[in-house]
């Protein structure tokens, strides 16, 4: 029953985004064929404009849209002549979804150790050092570290490609730099959630009993602990795998980062509503998973939609 | 002609022997060269919007298509158009009438021969309204072709005809001048018939697509790299060197910078400008003119913009040279016309023969200011506001503009800023009194630049409208004789001159690094290098 309900919630709140998508777009002043570059006799608008359907009534356009988005028809891209929405997202997602993985993996496996880490030495050296690193990771802006990375690893050191994509090598400084901020959030996420969980009296208890360090950290205290990360691994993983404009652009990766801004700023309208629902589309599944998984890790949680 | 093209031919071939002779260090300059790959890897900088020549309309699917494709005529190195999917063509005294001969050896790079067929269809598949193509209004010269796709005519009162498998004529409304660097455009490129009737979408992708030019088209890796291949079947392949060219698109130039320096790109344009005064002094660097405009145009049905003196007062008070030296740094010349360098005319380049139209005098200026508010009453300028669109270069120009006219003029101006497709609706709603906007000529003729300003075109969003002009205009147009074409040009630059609907600033220049490895490329005004010609001279 749970499951039934919050399906529907799902479909319904995509409609929800697909609509208030298409009246914000269509609201911004502006025209997919304007350009300084040659300004068009009317006529010839006129016949292009009808090529996207721009020609007919807004609620028309609506109507068309919906019914194509019911048939996952995402429509053709202004922008790219020849080549449809679902064309760009089919080619762009793997490309994004490789690097964002890649980039959750690092992010989580050193953010958590390095929170673990922090928290069990509470105060002194490690600790301070663990957070240093944390806060320059969420301050050093991804356009700041990503040239950097480049500058050393690519041009000093040459270890590494500079850009572009191809092989593994060249998915290894854009990981890195995506990763960065994300794996300083988890862990100050992971060292607070930690230090409070460490003050529990089961622990206590578990001490009590005679229990390893080890034991206690790894199956009461991260257990416990990592709750709250999970929350914020969910959204964080839907605009991982979905790419990054930023990074994109610095590593030159054929990702789907790009056409989340590009497609605003050239009022490709088939563009704008695609990629949008396409990243509610996998942001409500994630967020469906992560309250699933609550489950799965505490079993103590469960699973209701309210008035149950 | 074909005598031209034979005789540049062969003084190419002997330039390139002595050329290969001076490089040569020893070993033998034959040996030396089959060695080295011929390869060449380019930044595109972006996914080029589209290979079909009837719908590209930007200068990066141009760049792509123009070493894919060849039309009637192609530009040699010089940049001088020369016959090139056709062999021989007929003009008729009337100069309505064009009847051109497709090459015997005009190949697709499947093989098939190059038809008159395949021309005609893919020029009215260019006209057809449903086609939806930007760039349609270039082929308004041909009899039929406006009413055509504009939805008044039908297809076949379109005036180009195969008359046979190898003649194609095309009649033309009124003699143009410049008809053949006119067929050297990718709107003119023929497609081939059997392909693209049966496939709608073959351009989208490499696999299937089929091209008459140097190249065929081999690998299209979407947003990352276009990589082209030597046409074995061109009728001129002997002439090509570079067997394989690769296009990245990388966007961000300090990352395209940083491939260079790596050896990961053989050649970029437009460096990041804190680059630029790095790279000054290297053999790798060049700034070739570029040929555009960039200008303030003036709503002249807004005050103060609708006097003649105050426009020209707010002209000659700025500073040109501190603009192109100390903000844009890139090689850049001030304007003082609108017709960009870079035009070669029987006396010489069309900019240097007309000159300058006005000059920089702060003194003049200032009674030129005070005799035009005084011409219209005012005691006080109405309050001016100059709009940009949102860009880092542009704002520090305006900004430089607001203190020049302040400290020359004593006149305080606002600014005030929009992103770009707001701006564009901005501006041609004429919704603004001074507006900074770029124009750069899709061919090199001053005809594509001046065209800007008449009284009908999309682009003249000024509300100046000159009968004199126009007139000039239509009449430079239809003339015949090269050197009096160019005269009725250089009139009608100077009418548009004297009433000065906008305020030129600078002719655009572009920058780039290229690899000390290589030859023979070949850098347009217009148009991203070609290097059809280029040559790989070490590893």
Sequence with gaps: MYIVKRLLTMIVTIWLIATLTFIIMKSIPGDPFASDANVLPEEVL???????????????????????????????SIQSETRDVNTLIADGFPVSAVLGLQSLVIALLFGILLGIIAALNHNRL?????????????????????????KYFAVEWKLLPVASWGTWAHSILPSIALATTPMAVIARFMRSSMLEVMR????????????????????????????????????????????????????????????????????????????????STILVITLFLVDISYRLIDPRIKLTSRGD | MKKVFASIFALLLL??????????????????????????????????????????????????????FEGLYTKNQKGEPVLGAASDVKVS?????????????????????????????AWKRVLDPKTGSPFAFYMYYIKGAEEYNKGKGS????????????????????????????????????????LVESNPKWAAEAKGYVSNGAYRLTEWKHNSEVVIEKNQHYWNKDAINMEKVTWKMVNDATTYYQMYKTGELDLIATLPTDAIAQEKNNKEFKVVPYFGTYMFMF??????????????????????????????????????????????????????????????????????????????????LPEVTLIYNTAENHKKIAEAVQEMLKRNLGVKIKLANQEWKTYLETTDQSNFQMARMGWIGIFVDPTVILDYYLG???????????????????????EQDDKKRYELLHEAEKVLMTDMPFIPVYFYSQNYLTSPKFKGIVYPVNRFPDVRWAKKIAE
């Design chain 2, 456 to 478: 009908d075109s999309p682009n003249n969003r000024t509300n100046w409208v000159n009968k004199q002009f126009d007139d000039l205009m239509a009449k430079a147009k239809v």
């Design chain 1, 126 to 150: 490690l600790d301070h050092v663990a957070m240093f690193l944390a806060i320059i990771g969420i301050s050093v802006p991804s356009f700041i570290l990503a040239p950097l990375l480049i």
């Design chain 2, 155 to 194: 297809a076949d009162q379109v005036g180009v005809k195969a008359l046979d498998d190898k003649t194609l004529q095309v009649e033309l409304k009124a003699p143009l001048g410049y008809f053949d660097k006119l067929l050297t455009m990718w709107t003119f490129y023929p497609v081939k018939k059997s």
């Design chain 1, 200 to 279: 529990q009296n089961y622990i206590k208890t578990a001490e009590a009993k005679g229990l390893s360090p080890a034991a206690i950290v790894i199956k009461h205290g991260i257990r416990n602990a990592i709750l709250p990360v999970i929350t914020f691994i969910g959204p964080l993983f839907a605009v991982l795998i979905t790419g990054t404009f930023v990074i994109e652009k610095i590593f030159a990766i054929p990702g789907l980062g790009k056409y989340f801004v590009d497609s605003i700023f050239n009022r490709d309208y088939p563009v704008i509503l695609g990629t949008t629902v396409f990243f």
């Design chain 1, 46 to 76: 006129q016949n292009i404009r009808a090529k996207y359907n721009l020609d007919k009534p807004l609620p028309v356009q609506y109507a068309l849209y919906m019914k194509n988005l019911l048939t996952f028809d995402l429509g053709p």
């Design chain 2, 93 to 121: 005294d009337d100069g309505k009438t064009y009847t051109f001969t497709i090459r015997d050896n005009a190949k697709w790079s499947d093989g098939d021969p190059v038809t008159a067929q395949d021309f005609e269809y």
């Design chain 2, 15 to 68: 330039v390139s022997t002595v050329l290969a002779g001076c490089g040569s260090k020893g070993t033998s300059e034959d040996g030396a060269a089959k060695n080295i790959k011929q390869e060449i890897t380019l930044n595109a900088m972006s996914e080029p919007p589209s290979l079909d020549p009837a719908l590209a309309s930007d200068t990066t699917s141009g760049w792509i298509i123009d070493h894919l």
């Design chain 2, 299 to 380: 709503n002249v049905n807004k005050e103060p913009f609708n006097n003649a003196k105050i426009r020209r007062a707010f002209a000659m008070a700025i500073d040109r040279k501190a603009i192109v030296e100390n903000i844009t740094k890139s090689g850049e010349k001030p304007a003082y016309a609108f017709v960009p360098y870079g035009v070669n005319t029987p006396d010489g380049d069309f900019r240097e023969v007309g000159g300058a139209y006005f000059e920089e005098n702060v003194k003049e200026a200032k009674k030129l200011l005070q005799e035009g508010m005084k011409e219209e009453g005012w005691s006080k």
